[in-house]
């Protein structure tokens, strides 16, 4: 019979600009909240997924000093340099083959305090050619992005400055969130300075420091070690390719792929009605509906009107990132996983203010790369099915 | 078949600038080394679970993962559990005389410490040797205050 995983518990830090601590003591605390919280220590753990980035943490493979904070010591151990969704998946993909019972995914970033991370990002340019040119970093690539949007669909600003608007709001209902504002209009939004018009400030990710653990567990074992696991139903990624100039920007093919492969093994045929509730990893206020509509969640080119119609809202037809998604928070290398937590309170009822009625079934994505290059979605249910 | 660089492969020189990282670590282990090696003496951390002392003290058990924070003085004594005879240098420059790196069991401590080994001849280095610190004439609380080692 085929294996299913479940997510047993979750955590995460209270996200900030500067944490205050090193990236060992972050991971102690975290790792050890976790254990607390499910009655476990190291030794229960069979496998750790670990994710950060080289560049940012400042040494070569970045998790050999995570390894021992977490737990890993004499353990089997493995990393990825990507975003932390994809540890997620590749935790599931170790128990799905029968070797581990259990996971530990542990995915971090000092992106706020030590790193900023869209300086990372011009090392993913090509050498020879984008990165000769100087012209491009991550935030005036994410400009090109919008207005790629903007132009393909004939719209204006607002529904930037209405997406992150709704986006500062859902943050002021997070305790983990690490920008807010809970009056925030789009009126707000459009008084921000321009970085790369028409990217203004508050339609950009902010720099963050900040940590999340999710163990996972075979079928049996989660229902051994907790109340309410939260089963991982379908999961898949793909990329497209790291040329800017061969991609259309105003859309995202690899998210489509991505979902129809992780929606057909959750036999979801109808995501928008389906699914109840989608955190999404929007680094800017566009990428949030280029995403959406990718996964099929809205009509093409529709963000004025899901705007203007509440829909994306927590109370609307189509709940979208009710922790107040990547303009709140978003933590490099985490962001993804922090994403698949989000979606574990809001199935397990845990989500307070932000939290969806009724809520059973939630897609997580996370990407990675220049304007979204690698997306990844994870379909999630509060029942095993 | 050997391989063959193509008409048109090139290498071309790009820069990597990670100069802006700001580093942080949790810094009292290695407060409580320092401030000690000023007085030439040898302080770590050992752990109430598992007994583990260890140079410089982490502020956590790497075995038992629980905190740990009891100071304890080691040894400026120890055995010498292995060695290399450097030709070069770090960046594999030629040394001007061979030297020997040892990584040296201080007594009452289990993490090993680094240092080089002097007043011997290379030939004679021997895994399982007592060696002694020699400390500088003024410590200034570095990790250089122990200019080397001699066998006892």
């Given at each position: 019979m085929e294996r299913k995983v479940a997510i047993v518990s979750h955590v995460q830090t209270k996200h900030s600009s500067d944490i205050g601590m090193p990236r060992e003591r972050m991971l102690f605390n975290l790792v050890k909240e976790l254990h607390n919280k499910v009655g476990i220590t190291r030794h229960d753990v069979d496998s750790y997924v670990l994710c950060s980035n080289d560049?940012?943490?400042?040494?070569?493979?970045?998790?050999?000093?995570?390894?021992?904070?977490?737990?890993?010591?004499?353990?089997?151990?493995?990393?990825?340099?990507?975003?932390?969704?994809?540890?997620?998946?590749?935790?599931?993909?170790?128990?799905l083959s029968g070797q581990f019972d259990t996971a530990l995914v542990v995915a971090n970033s000092l992106g706020g305090s030590q790193f900023r991370p869209f300086l990372i990002m011009e090392y993913q340019l090509d050498p020879t050619f984008d990165r000769q040119v100087g012209l491009i970093n991550e935030l005036n690539a994410g400009a090109f992005q919008a207005r790629s949007y903007m132009d393909k669909y004939g719209l204006d600003e607002w529904f930037l400055d209405a997406i992150s608007a709704r986006l500062l709001r859902n943050g002021a209902i997070n305790p983990y969130a690490l920008r807010s504002k809970d009056d925030a209009t789009p009126e707000y939004v459009a008084s921000s300075e321009y970085y790369y018009e028409p990217l203004r400030k508050l339609h950009c990710y902010p720099f963050s420091d900040g940590a999340c653990a999710v163990l996972l567990a075979c079928g049996e074992k989660a229902k051994e070690l907790c109340e309410k696991p939260v089963w991982i139903k379908g999961f898949s990624n793909s990329l497209e390719t790291c040329r800017l100039g061969e991609r259309e920007l105003y859309t995202s093919p690899s998210t489509k792929q991505a979902a129809e492969k992780a929606y057909k093994a959750?036999?979801?045929?109808?995501?928008?009605?389906?699914?109840?509730?989608?955190?999404?990893?929007?680094?800017?206020?566009?990428?949030?509906?280029?995403?959406?509509?990718?996964?099929?969640?809205?009509?093409?080119?529709?963000?004025?009107?899901?705007?203007?119609?509440?829909?994306?809202?927590?109370?609307?037809?189509?709940?979208?990132?009710?922790?107040?998604?990547?303009?709140?928070?978003?933590?490099?290398?985490?962001?993804?996983?922090?994403?698949?937590?989000?979606?574990?309170?809001?199935?397990?009822?845990?989500?307070?203010?932000?939290?969806?009625?009724?809520?059973?079934?939630?897609?997580?994505?996370?990407?990675?790369?220049?304007?979204?290059?690698?997306?990844?979605?994870?379909?999630?249910?509060?029942?095993?099915? | 078949?050997?391989?063959?660089?193509?008409?048109?492969?090139?290498?071309?020189?790009?820069?990597?600038?990670?100069?802006?990282?700001?580093?942080?670590?949790?810094?009292?282990?290695?407060?409580?080394?320092?401030?000690?090696?000023?007085?030439?003496?040898?302080?770590?951390?050992?752990?109430?679970?598992?007994?583990?002392?260890?140079?410089?003290?982490?502020?956590?058990?790497?075995?038992?993962?629980?905190?740990?924070?009891?100071?304890?003085?080691?040894?400026?004594?120890?055995?010498?559990?292995?060695?290399?005879?450097?030709?070069?240098?770090?960046?594999?420059?030629?040394?001007?005389?061979?030297?020997?790196?040892?990584?040296?069991?201080?007594?009452?401590?289990?993490?090993?410490?680094?240092?080089?080994?002097?007043n011997m001849d290379w030939k004679d280095a021997k895994v399982g040797m007592r060696v002694k610190s020699i400390w500088v004439d003024e410590p200034q609380g570095k990790f250089s205050d122990i200019d080397h080692f001699e066998p006892i």
């Open positions: 560049f940012e943490a400042g040494r070569t493979i970045s998790t050999v000093f995570e390894d021992t904070p977490v737990g890993a010591y004499m353990k089997d151990e493995t990393k990825v340099e990507m975003d932390g969704i994809m540890a997620l998946i590749y935790a599931t993909m170790r128990i959750a036999g979801i045929s109808d995501p928008a009605n389906e699914i109840d509730v989608a955190e999404i990893s929007a680094k800017f206020a566009h990428q949030e509906p280029i995403i959406c509509e990718s996964l099929g969640l809205f009509p093409e080119g529709s963000a004025e009107d899901v705007a203007k119609n509440d829909l994306a809202e927590i109370t609307g037809k189509m709940p979208i990132s009710p922790s107040g998604g990547g303009i709140c928070t978003y933590v490099f290398s985490a962001a993804g996983l922090i994403n698949v937590a989000q979606c574990c309170q809001q199935l397990t009822g845990e989500a307070g203010d932000a939290q969806v009625p009724n809520a059973k079934i939630a897609l997580a994505h996370g990407q990675d790369g220049f304007c979204a290059q690698h997306n990844s979605v994870v379909i999630l249910s509060s029942e095993e099915g | 078949m050997a391989f063959q660089m193509g008409e048109e492969t090139r290498t071309f020189p790009i820069t990597w600038d990670v100069s802006a990282n700001k580093y942080k670590i949790e810094s009292r282990g290695l407060r409580i080394l320092t401030e000690g090696m000023k007085d030439k003496k040898i302080r770590g951390i050992r752990c109430h679970e598992c007994d583990t002392v260890y140079i410089p003290g982490p502020f956590y058990c790497r075995k038992c993962h629980i905190e740990i924070d009891e100071v304890v003085e080691v040894k400026d004594t120890g055995t010498v559990m292995s060695f290399a005879v450097d030709m070069a240098d770090i960046r594999g420059n030629p040394l001007p005389e061979k030297r020997i790196s040892a990584m040296i069991k201080l007594d009452d401590c289990d993490a090993w410490f680094i240092g080089t080994v002097e």
